[in-house]
């Protein structure tokens, strides 16, 4: 998988990105890709609900068509929404144009000016493209990857990924989709009693 935390080097090739807000103060952002779906997505959100916090869900928009009232149970929570694309396409193996229209197909149903690619994978080209057709995008990326997805790692292990590897103005990354599920229902309780304990509050993008 790649590295829990995200190289220096890395975000300096793409500055423009988001990867990690103010270290200052003591919030932290925890970040949710690939829902809405049954089952996980309802978990995540009485996770959240039971600390009393906010996260950002970034929303396939294939998703979103097949569970709506999942999405509004998401959004009448008070969580942030973001745009994943349609169909969570991979952004070095896509053509620009194709690209670019998945993505507005996701931003019909979700209007968010969040954006994050999926897999973390995107060309400079199609980010021209996204703010040409969306100039107040802010395409979000990360500082604290769970690996939640990786079913050769531990739950355990994920969890001391996450919790060493976070510091003020994080983003972190889970996955509301049954691929993560066995490592998310571990984890997420676990980390979220650790960051309160910690006097860490819940931010959204």
């Known amino acids: 998988m790649p590295p829990v935390k995200t190289p220096w080097i890395v975000k300096q090739l793409y500055r423009k990105l988001l990867w990690n807000k103010p270290r200052s103060g003591n919030r932290i952002f925890v970040t949710f ?5 049954p089952i996980v997505t309802p978990f995540v959100l009485n996770i959240l609900k039971k600390h009393d916090a906010k996260a950002t869900f970034f929303c396939i928009g294939d998703n979103v068509n097949k569970h709506p009232g999942i999405f509004e149970q998401v959004k009448d929570a008070g969580h942030a929404i973001g745009n994943h694309t349609y169909n ?3 952004g070095w193996i896509t053509d620009d144009q194709a690209y670019l229209d998945n993505f507005l197909k996701c931003d019909e149903i979700v209007h968010s000016n969040l954006f994050r690619p999926p897999y973390g994978r995107i060309k400079r080209s199609q ?3 996204l703010r040409k057709a969306k100039p107040d995008l802010q395409i979000v990326m990360w500082d604290v990857l769970s690996g939640d997805y990786d ?5 355990e292990a994920c969890l001391q990924n ?16 049954l691929k993560a599920f066995d490592r998310l229902e571990y984890v ?6 650790a960051w309160v304990r910690l006097g860490y509050e819940f931010g959204v993008l």
């Open 151 to 155: 079913p050769s790692l531990s739950p």
């Open 188 to 193: 997420l309780p676990k980390a979220m009693e």
């Open 162 to 177: 996450v919790l060493k590897h976070t510091q003020p103005g994080s983003i972190i990354v889970f996955h509301d989709s």
């Open 88 to 90: 969570h396409l991979k």
């Open 33 to 37: 890709d690939d829902g809405p779906i």
């Open 127 to 129: 980010i021209r493209l």
